[in-house]
């Protein structure tokens, strides 16, 4: 799976990153690069640090995870 390294990187050290909640973490394999103030800064900074070929993560750290569900309405006309 793309990026399963750096979401268990994330996961592992989510604890020591709870001072920097809605900072936005840069992580390339097993190793947190750095933290930044903005989205496109940790963007920038993981495209000028590993190129388009090697894989990174930019994830907004958050003490508590959303979960976004989509549900659809499943009920069928009956024939009459």
Known sequence: M???K???TYKRELPNLH???????LIQ???????FG???DALKK??????LKT???VKQIQA?????????DLTFPCPT
């Not at 920097?20 to 973490?25: D, L």
């Not at 508590?64 to 659809?72: D, L």
């Open 2 to 4: 793309i990026l399963e």
């Open 6 to 8: 750096e979401l268990e």
């Open 19 to 25: 001072d920097q909640e809605g900072k936005f973490v």
């Open 29 to 35: 394999d097993d190793k947190i690069i750095d933290v």
């Open 38 to 40: 903005t989205y496109e």
């Open 46 to 51: 993981g495209y000028e640090q590993f190129g």
């Open 55 to 57: 894989p990174f993560l």
């Open 64 to 72: 508590v995870q959303e979960i976004q569900s989509v549900t659809r």
